[in-house]
């Protein structure tokens, strides 16, 4: 058997032991990964150097080098995040239900670990401290499937937890990583059903979309967000504008960023040129329908494929509707279920598209980029669920316990 | 695009329409579909003798027949069911949280239909009624996929089920069967995420294996339950004995039935020969380990295969074990994470087995036959999870609903 089993079955059993440790235990171990970070910040620097070396060489563009990157600065920030993690509350063990029926039984549903989660995910060898310390907050172990670009940085950050590790009462075995990151190995990690609970991939739709087809391990999907504003007849124009040009421009490669613009035709009539005129000033590449193209030199046309696009960059798809019932089946239809906002003074138009859109959060009057665990106030995030099964929307740390029925009895036999 | 596609399509859209009623007019329909079942029972018993005279040219067992088979008694035991499904908590709309950040944004987290469900089974025509009145409660949308065995008596029942829609004003497409029950519409259907938001198989350990391995829906496993029970050396002598018996012979067939005795050692010594001997008098074939064999000459060798085998049947598999760490170990080995129970008057074992031991429902001096959606309180049962994201356990109507944060501000941006 090979590495992926092998380390899938050391996780398993330290998933069991991990059913042993208290809150303060945990977090004991949290804060000894913290400052362990702090001591060997020059060996993970060196050994991360090893990565952008080889990534220089091999062709990869500036951008994923920076993902990659880890200074002072960002192992400070890591270790930081760690002690933060440590003041959330401990989401296992909480009495969600409590029942006692006619014949003595007594039921007692309560939180517990999933058990064990696997990681697969791309570059930036941060989500390696992040996923392995949310695991560990919340009593899971960890298979981490990290990419080749960062396997040096991951090998230190491991090395470095595992050190952290045997200096507190959890078992090293909790944290896993694999080290051969071939295909293969990931293919395995789609099947381990014998270990995994749960997989998750963070990172591109490409990956994302890899392991949801393939995996037979049960899968939270995160991440796609082609996000729409519909901007509705009676849309204050400041308002419009501001929620326009913020949730485009601010931040254009996350996923709660805009991807299209629906305009009411008559708003669109009297506010749309200057609308795309602002976006243009603002470096922002638009693809429009006939109208916008016909009213807007800049505009290019946008395809079908478009509509379907989450671009992540300084560009964006822009099309005027009907009406609100004309926005909401044009979201439905091209949307990921994440993130969509409309602008309007009617508030039955507000409830309409509330209810009427399918995504995890829904906006009136407010900017799609608030879809994140920390501005939600969860302290932390796992990532944001796109499906609508288990958790949905941004996870904080109840999304990593499963329950479990305990029952009581005294000799109770079904009748 | 053929009969699955097109299906999807008009569930995908009722879904939407579906949001738009209240607990009233959801309940209004059920109880219109209650009393057309029983308006039409001779036209289902007709359509059911079809299915039944074909099944038995094509050789299929009495107890598939009987399976498939509709009576008077069995449709009135239908129609009553969606008049207690009637009196149930509308699990919809909930208000799970709810905060008002400091940027002013209100952010409510509220229950809401899944969507589409798929529900793909074997053989019993009950299952038709049963999945369809369960989404119509939770506003879902659902696709029956049922077997070929039972497709006369499906096609009756959606007919008659379309019927009392049209009296409702719920649209009829929110109930759709297909009637090509060719392996092609089953993959169809796992493929299907256009349309269908989650998929749950019903029936044996083939089509939920089959399913969770082929589909891109995301699925919730139900079913499987291999159970065991341990007697500990401090067993109650009586109380091992009734749930021993009670366990394995009051209804063998179903999930939360026993397949696995474990023994200790001394307990075994003591009392062993004679529990063997009340099993062997109630029909029950036995397969056991060396001990168990060495002892008990109609005892037959119990091969890995057995350990792992969920028999559904008057046949069981003894071991006899060193102690709770062993039988802890036996169980997250062979067990299919169902439904566990010790017997012992040692309140330590029985603290380490219930939090040790990875199932979704763990018991302590009682049978694991209570594991039941009925029996725990919850009115309705879809199926009893053994997965561990979503849902876990005896599953209730809110098994069958997502959640969706709606946000309400008045102009924010992200800072």
Redesign the interface.
Known sequence: MGEVYQKGKLAKKAS?QL??YTTDEKNEALLLISNQLIEEKDLIIKENKKDLQSGAENGLSTSILDRIMLDEKRIEDMASALKELVKLKDPVGEVVEE?E?ENG?K?R?KTVP??VMGMIYEARPNVTIDAASLALKTGNSIVLRGSSSAKHSNMALVNTIHRALDKSVLPRDAVQLIEDTSRETAKELFHLKEFL??LIPRGGKGLIDTV??EA?V????TGAGNCHLFIDETA?R??AF??SL??KT??PSVCNALETILIEKNWFDQYGLSLLEALHNNAVEIYGDNTVCSSFSFAKEATVEDWYTEYSALKISIKVVEDVIDA?SHI?TYGTKHSEAIITENKENAELF???V??????????T???DGF???YGAEIGIST????A??PMGLNALT?????????????K
């Open positions: 069991y059913l042993n029942m029926k039984l039921i549903k999933i058990g609970d749960v949801v087809k037979t049960p899968v939270i999907e204050d400041e308002m501001n929620i913020n949730g601010q931040r909401i439905n509330l209810s009427g399918d995504a995890a959060a829904v906006y009136h009057n407010a900017s980029r608030f879809t501005e939600f106030g499906q609508k099964l288990h949905r929307g499963s329950v479990k029925y305990f029952i009581y009895g005294d000799g109770q036999v079904r």
